[in-house]
């Protein structure tokens, strides 16, 4: 999911994705990426699998076409074969391995800085950010929401219907960048629901007490990650989990 500027070193911290020594040393278990926008932090990583290794790419059509602009990414096309993309459409669901469903969900999104504003006309907005709902054979459900501007009604439902989210948890509040750096953008200028609001997703979180709630895509100037600080107290007495490098998920 995504493929963060860190994956070399998220690569080398788990050892599940190492090489298979019968494989050869350029071998990886890690066979596609999903990505959920064209955002710097979701998308940097694939310039680190350029090693002529195959790999495929599962995004929407307005995600693949920035990257397509960006010569950059042709280092991931310097041999036959080496890129394959598959489109994500809102709603229709995929099983890239067996035993394994996913459906993109539609979330309200914004355009990318780095995107300029002549191809932002011919991109669809709609396209540009999507959270994914994980399906197991078995029936177990799980949503992972990285960047999500609200939570709308629709939306709140979806979740009630999942065993785990790992919902968008980059800022506590809406000018907490401001207040560091004057002139940078609010949360919701970034695309990101603060935690902390009125009306933030905490407070809609809390009311799903029977999902596993854990925030994710957390920014190191979010409050919830200083041991004891009135932040972290009041997502963990919510029953909310805060997520960390290394965490295991299972279904």
């Known amino acids: 999911m995504n493929a963060s500027p860190d994956l070399r070193d998220q690569l080398y911290r788990t050892r599940s994705l190492h090489p298979r020594p019968r494989q050869g040393l350029r071998d990886t278990p890690v066979a596609g990426v999903l990505l ?51 489109v994500l459409r809102h709603g229709v669901s995929l099983e ?20 300029p504003d002549a191809m932002r006309a011919k991109l669809k907005l709609s396209e540009m950010t999507q959270g994914v709902i994980f399906e197991s054979s078995g029936g177990k459900r799980a949503a992972y929401l990285p960047a999500l501007p609200s939570i709308t009604p629709r939306l709140r439902d979806l979740l009630c219907t999942c065993d785990v989210v790992l919902v968008d948890g980059t800022l506590w509040s809406e000018g907490e960048l401001q207040r560091l750096q004057p002139g940078t953008p609010s949360a919701t200028e970034m695309g990101h629901m603060p935690i902390g609001e009125p ?19 957390i920014n190191n100037t979010n409050p919830i990650l200083t041991e004891g600080s009135e932040e972290q107290k009041a997502v963990l007495d919510a029953g909310i989990e805060i997520g960390y490098d290394g965490m295991e998920i299972e279904l």
């Open 36 to 86: 959920t926008s064209a955002d710097l932090d979701h998308v940097l990583g694939l310039l680190l699998m350029r090693e002529f290794t195959p790999v495929s790419i599962y995004a929407t059509n307005s995600v693949l076409s920035v990257l397509e602009s960006n010569p950059f990414f042709l280092m991931l096309e310097r041999v036959p074969g080496q890129k394959h993309t598959h």
């Open 96 to 115: 890239p391995i067996s035993g394994l469903k996913i459906t993109p969900v539609e979330l309200p999104g914004s355009f990318p800085r780095h995107v």
């Open 199 to 217: 009306h933030g997703s905490l407070e809609i979180l809390k009311n799903l007490a029977h999902v596993r709630r854990i925030y994710t895509h």
